[in-house]
T-cell receptor, first 109, second 115 residues
Framework: QQQVKQSPQSLIVQKGGISIINCAYE??????FPWYQQFPGKGPALLIA?????SEKKEGRFTISFNKSAKQFSLHIMDSQPGDSATYFC????????FGKGTRLHILP | KAGVTQTPRYLIKTRGQQVTLSCSPI?????VSWYQQTPGQGLQFLFE???????NKGNFPGRFSGRQFSNSRSEMNVSTLELGDSALYLC??????????????FGSGTQLSVL
């Protein structure tokens, strides 16, 4: 019930393409869904976040789509760039933040 | 504003030893959380401290403990180290703590290797 399931584990996308990472949760008490981006040798950093009363949030090339009834949410990276190559973690929060296992994204130049 | 500082950056220990990791949060942040990161399990929550009190705890054995000082700096201790404790240990700070839907600010972590 406390888990957040993230897929795929790794993803390779051509430069300019759309990268899509999916997450699912069980506990409907989660009320905040952030995405974190982590570069090698660095700690994760908040990328974008959404609350369950909103179906979509866009910040630049990054969009979160949220489906409350399906208990799923996804990150879309439009016009993916080599600089987007990183590990991405979805998360869900209630009294603590629970992270998915991460997706290693590689953008081919 | 200085970020979250973790020391040491790298640590090598042998089985059975104990280790202490340190985290200095961003000035003004009263919450410090600790996470264990491994390639297979991602980021796993260890515990959160807020104003010197443990506010929340993950599913780790009692060998993992922590504390927070009055200046909000935090330490994490692992006793009787096992090979499986090899991981990147990350700390994250925030102003009001987890459950407040705030941004977490992570340090760069301490890479612990247990031989």
């Amino acid at each position: 019930q406390q888990q957040v399931k993230q897929s795929p584990q790794s993803l390779i996308v051509q430069k300019g393409g759309i990268s899509i990472i999916n997450c699912a949760y069980e506990n409907t008490a989660f009320d905040y869904f952030p995405w974190y981006q982590q570069f090698p040798g660095k700690g994760p950093a908040l990328l974008i976040a959404i609350r369950p009363d909103v179906s979509e949030k866009k910040e630049g090339r990054f969009t979160i789509s949220f489906n409350k009834s399906a208990k799923q949410f996804s990150l879309h990276i439009m016009d993916s760039q080599p600089g987007d190559s990183a590990t991405y973690f979805c998360a869900a929060s209630m009294d603590k933040i629970i992270f998915g296992k991460g997706t290693r994204l590689h953008i081919l130049p | 504003k200085a970020g979250v500082t973790q020391t040491p950056r790298y640590l090598i220990k042998t089985r059975g030893q104990q280790v202490t990791l340190s985290c200095s949060p961003i000035s003004g942040h009263r919450s410090v959380s600790w996470y264990q990161q491994t390639p297979g399990q991602g980021l796993q929550f260890l515990f959160e401290y807020f104003s010197e009190t443990q506010r929340n705890k993950g599913n780790f054995p009692g060998r993992f403990s922590g504390r927070q000082f009055s200046n909000s700096r935090s330490e994490m201790n692992v006793s009787t180290l096992e090979l499986g404790d090899s991981a990147l240990y990350l700390c994250a700070s925030s102003r009001s703590g987890q459950g407040q839907n705030e941004k977490l600010f992570f340090g760069s972590g301490t890479q612990l290797s247990v031989l």
